[in-house]
């Protein structure tokens, strides 16, 4: 019988910031799937917490009883993806509970049904000073005990 490993929530949050650094440049990747294409949502990503649909999934993690960890990337802007989940998330359900950002960083908190969801939407800057950035959003679901 084979049993799954149970990864602490911190690291895979450590994880998680590891994989998004060493995922490759967004430029090779689409921002939007192409029209009619299906994607299919991150791995352990519940089905009321909604995705951004300008968001393409880069990595995930989920830990069964534990939490899920979503990277998610975006050609938008930080404040246009920030007020997306501060409007969508008590669409499905989730009461938010902190709503804070400036300049190039937002943090949404949210809880419902005895789970909290982390949001942290940052600007990530190309390496090419003339390419556009891209907006990198670090997901994470965790079960409140």
Excluded at 129 to 135: K, L, M, R, S, Y
């Amino acid at each position: 019988m084979i049993r799954a490993a149970r990864v602490p929530l911190p690291a895979l949050v450590l994880l998680a910031t590891l994989l998004a650094a060493a995922a490759p440049d967004a430029r090779a990747t689409p921002a939007e799937p192409a029209p009619g294409a299906a994607s299919a949502p991150p791995t352990g990503l519940p089905d009321d917490l909604p995705l951004y649909a300008g968001a393409v999934p880069v990595s995930s993690m989920a830990s069964p009883g534990k939490g899920t960890v979503v990277n998610l990337r975006s050609a938008d802007a930080p404040e246009l993806v920030f007020e997306w989940y501060r409007a969508e998330l008590p669409k499905h359900g989730w009461t938010l509970d902190k709503q804070n950002g400036a300049g190039d960083q937002h943090l949404i908190t949210a809880r419902k049904d005895g789970r909290k969801a982390s949001l942290l939407i940052s600007a990530r800057k190309s390496a090419d000073a003339a390419a556009p950035g891209e907006t990198q959003v670090l997901l994470i679901v965790s079960e409140e005990h």
